[in-house]
């Protein structure tokens, strides 16, 4: 049964679309919030929601919103011949944890929960302090350098695939891996054949390299992510199907949104000087900072489910087998939850932000992000005093409706 779309159909879409959203999304998103806080978006093929009401509805409630069956929607798009090409996407995202309801999702993130204990992850901050100080002596003595390529990227892959059991020096491959995995979101509820290639190839590469790490863990069993995945009991065990779409969720999520995080943060430090003194003055102030900066500019922008029964939200009718794309970003701008939102303030009280997610599938490695984020803006601003934005190379933000982040972010040091 189609969606009852309302006579407006289309009226805002030339916003989402435009180069200008994705270089600052939020008066787009005001807007829609104003005059159409629940939209039918066909440019992103679903219902866009911007409350932050509407938004924490949906994230916390699977019994009415499913995880499972998004990329069936994607693909469902293609004509069949290539629908067919693209079963290993189908089959791949048809099980793991971010593409599972309960009682799957609730047996793999039980397990995964055994390794991201507070006790464990905490016994990483030594680690992660050394990756830092190492990164940035690799710059000291330079005059410039590219945050993202030479700490936000890096830091957080090689921590995960330390993590999972993986060289880190095999993290350009799985950064490569993970850009053409993701470009299968970038467009919401829509795709391409360009995207669906590119995440094809990526995903069989991914999947044949993460199979043969696997097998050695079998073999030779370590004190990593890998080991613990093949080696749960009887009662936990993974399929295989399972344990590669979990173990490529894993990177693909993990390292991405840190890279977007530190990229995103030290930018809005850079445009809030006073906020950056504050932080360099009081480095204790780390924690709620990052805080602050996920929710002013958030590295995941939009959440996606599908609607499992006909509804309604906001006064619009809404289909069972709908998508809707409750917005992240929006929420966390959203004046009815956040007195002056547009603001970036290191002292705002009941920071209740959704960055992280909500409910059931809240960010796995949030207690992860709050050690290397902290660690990484300390670092610069104490290590450099004269940093600022080199604002003769222009920033370019990714044309991605899924993630926020720059390709690139060059200072001066």
Not at 224 to 246: F, N
Not at 322 to 351: C, E, S, T, V, Y
């Amino acid at each position: 049964m189609e969606s009852e779309i309302p006579p407006t159909i289309n009226s805002l879409d030339p916003l989402l679309t435009s180069p200008d959203y994705f270089v600052d999304p939020y008066p787009v998103l005001a807007r829609l919030r104003m005059e159409a806080p629940v939209y039918w978006s066909e440019a992103w093929g679903g219902w866009v929601l911007t409350r932050y009401a509407d938004v924490v509805a949906v994230l916390r409630d699977p019994a009415r919103f499913s995880s499972a069956g998004r990329i069936t929607y994607l693909l469902a798009q293609l004509p069949a011949a290539d629908r067919r090409r693209a079963a290993l996407l189908e089959r791949h995202y048809q099980v793991g944890l971010a593409h599972a309801d309960p009682p799957d999702h609730t047996r793999l993130r039980t397990l995964l929960n055994r390794y991201f204990t507070p006790r464990h992850l905490e016994s990483l901050r030594p680690r992660i302090a050394q990756l830092v100080e190492s990164m940035l002596d690799q710059c000291q003595r330079a005059d410039s350098m590219d945050v993202i390529h030479d700490l936000a990227y890096p830091l957080p892959a090689i921590v995960v695939l330390e993590m999972i059991g993986a060289p880190a020096e095999d993290r350009d491959l799985f950064r490569d891996w993970a850009l053409g995995i993701n470009r299968l979101f970038a467009a919401g509820g829509r795709t391409s054949l360009d995207a669906v290639d590119a995440a094809l190839t990526s995903l069989a590469e991914i999947r044949a390299y993460i199979s043969d790490l696997a097998a050695q863990r079998r073999r030779d069993p370590r004190e990593d992510l890998i080991s613990l995945l093949v080696h749960a009991g009887a009662d936990e065990q993974l399929s295989e199907g399972e344990l590669l779409a979990t173990c490529v969720t894993l990177f693909v999520a993990g390292h991405e949104t840190t890279t977007n995080l530190i990229g995103n943060g030290l930018l809005a430090l850079l445009r809030h000087p006073e906020q950056l003194a504050q932080l360099r003055e009081n480095p204790a102030l780390s924690l709620p900072a990052m805080e602050e900066l996920l929710r002013y500019d958030t590295p995941v922008p939009r959440g996606w489910r599908l609607a499992k029964a006909d509804m309604e939200i906001g006064g619009q009718t809404i289909r069972a087998g709908d998508l809707l794309l409750p917005m992240i970003g929006a929420a966390n701008r959203d004046p009815a939850q956040f007195p002056h939102p547009d603001r970036l303030d290191f002292g705002r009280a009941d920071n209740r932000h959704v960055g992280f997610g909500y409910g059931i599938h809240f960010c796995l490695g949030a207690p992860l992000a709050r050690l290397e984020v902290p660690a990484a803006l300390n670092a610069l601003l104490r290590r450099f005093p004269a940093l600022r934005l080199d604002e003769s190379s222009p920033l370019i933000w990714r044309r991605d409706v899924a993630l926020r982040g720059i390709d690139s972010l060059p200072v001066l040091l």
